[in-house]
């Protein structure tokens, strides 16, 4: 996997694809799927929503890290089938055949078979809305990967693929962070 | 406009669309585009991040209330037009375009043009992290809109369009929430 600069990460959030969030719980890993993230800011910072009816909670809450990964079309059924079992009772990596890699920044794992993977720290938890926040450290893209569209939960059992790409950077220049 | 089950109202949301947020201060509409917003709760709770920067926040804070209104794909750059000023000059509505109607449970009002309109009381703000928190309170769509497309930002000045749907209703029942 490639380095990708940190100021661009936010940019795999934003759009709202469903995504991949990795643990580890003294030496256990488990992953979960999460449709309820979004950007807080640019540097990164990032929330999303769990709580303790989640099994990867826990492991949230201990080791103050995770990592967020980023699936594409083409795994929807591994997507799925993460989000619909628990790692209390399921390896969920052996289960449905998702590679892990070592990250740099924390002990979670990176998920090869991703197109992006994000390494965070916990650096809140606001417990009143089960909202965490995280802030991301370094971030990694798998340039071997043709497919590059993500999905889009709809929250009802469908899921919507990303469709095409229309560009207004000329209109937005004023509004654009450094560096993106 | 129709309305719209609340059971339902998240799943605007939770695919991650740019969205058009209303307030109303006093006896002035103002409107803004964000993308950073979550879903928090089905019953519906919302979470969007903004600040002491952007001129809806006082509005928001003061009136303790909005409407999210999702545009789709033919309106973008009216979206990218009320994204890039401020409504402390300008009257976006009149500017941009865009048609107001009444709400039933909020005073900000509606906007005609979108694909729905979720009005919304602020239940909560994370003043730490800029983060609101909603609660869904009514939801209307516009049955008449042949173009259902949203809006995915990139935030570098793209954005991506919805493409295709994939169905894992039958895989994802036993996750799914009441009236979905």
Known sequence: MKP??????FTLIEP????LVTTRDGDRDNVM???W?????????????TGPWNYSYAALRKSRECVIAIPTVDLIDRVVDVGTC????????????????????V?????????????????????RHSIVVLKGLAAWSNPSRKEK????????????????????????????????
């Open 37 to 49: 993230t979004m950007v807080v800011d640019f540097t990164p910072v990032f929330a999303l929503t």
């Open 16 to 19: 709202g694809p469903v995504v």
């Open 107 to 127: 002990r979670a794992p990176l998920i090869e078979e991703c197109l992006a993977n994000i390494e965070c720290r916990v650096i809140d938890i606001v417990a």
């Open 149 to 180: 569209r993500t999905l889009h939960a709809v929250g009802d059992g469908r899921f919507v693929v990303d469709g095409r790409r229309l560009d207004r950077r000329r209109m937005m220049r004023s509004k654009l962070p450094e560096g993106v």
């Open 33 to 35: 799927t999460i449709s």
């Open 4 to 9: 990708l600069r940190i100021e661009r990460a």
């Open 86 to 105: 628990s790692g209390r009772e399921t390896d969920k990596f052996a289960k449905f055949g998702l590679t892990r890699r070592k990250g740099r920044r």
